[in-house]
């Protein structure tokens, strides 16, 4: 069972590059997510999504684009990367979008994508 | 909106000793909370879950924590620090009624000296 896998794991742009971080997950898991972490600030939300075709908006959306095509895909494009995306992306996914129950929807996190743009 | 505060930016505590990580939380319904650590350069591994029930929640690798709804705390505990628990850990909250999933707290680097 590999879970949820990142590629790359390490990549290096430079400004005004785009390119698409790749998310996969095996446990068909509805909701996906994708996370920033940036020192002292946490994770913070980009982009969701509780199913295939359908995605929203996070905190932190601009300069991010995502599709859901299928249940397994969900990748992070950055369309004119900037320094100011210089972090560690972290994609996410659980069994439910919605809380319902004692399942408690654990949320499973891929191993990072560390992203400098330079 | 759902906020969590984890107001020590880093922990020190002597292996064999007791350690505690804060957490507060906000939120308007009640609560879905967690805890997960990272390793560095690794994701988040989750540790334990609050949903319902007994306030005292048990987890991985011998930690717990305590639900406190009216101080909103959600404190993670362990009773003996192991120098392998050096990492940095994260709270997070979710408000069952919505689809945005998890909001994390900042952080805090949890270090064990020998």
């Known amino acids: 069972n590999a879970g949820v896998t990142q590629t790359p794991k390490f990549q290096v742009l430079k400004t005004g590059q785009s390119m698409t971080l790749q998310c996969a997950q095996d446990?068909?898991?509805?909701?996906m997510s994708w996370y920033r972490q940036d020192p002292g600030m946490g994770l913070r939300l980009i982009h969701y999504?509780?199913?295939?075709?359908?995605?929203d908006q996070g905190e932190v959306p601009n300069g991010y684009n995502v599709s859901r095509s299928t249940t397994e895909d969900f990748p992070l494009r950055l369309l004119s990367a900037a320094p100011s995306q210089t972090s560690v992306y972290f994609c996410?996914?659980?069994?439910?979008?919605?809380?319902?129950?004692?399942?408690?929807?654990?949320?499973?996190f891929g191993e990072g994508s560390w992203l400098t743009v330079v | 909106a759902q906020s969590v505060a984890q107001p020590e930016d880093q922990v020190n505590v002597a292996e064999g000793n007791p350690l505690t990580v804060k957490c507060t939380y906000s939120?308007?319904?009640?609560?879905?909370l967690f805890w997960y650590v990272q390793y560095p350069n690794r994701g988040l591994q989750f540790l334990l879950k609050?949903?319902?029930?007994?306030?005292l929640v048990k987890g991985s690798y011998g930690f717990e924590a305590e639900f406190n709804k009216s101080q909103t705390s959600f404190h993670l505990k362990k009773p003996s620090a192991l120098v392998s628990d050096s990492a940095l850990y994260f709270c997070?909250?979710?408000?069952?009624?919505?689809?945005?999933?998890?909001?994390f707290g900042s952080g805090t680097q949890l270090t064990v000296l020998p």
């Open positions: 999504s509780v199913g295939a075709g359908i995605t």
């Open positions: 996410a996914s659980s069994y439910s979008s919605r809380g319902g129950g004692s399942s408690g929807n654990t949320i499973y």
């Open positions: 939120v308007s319904g009640n609560p879905y």
């Open positions: 446990m068909n898991h509805e909701y």
């Open positions: 997070a909250v979710r408000d069952p009624g919505s689809a945005r999933q998890l909001t």
């Open positions: 609050y949903i319902t029930g007994d306030n």
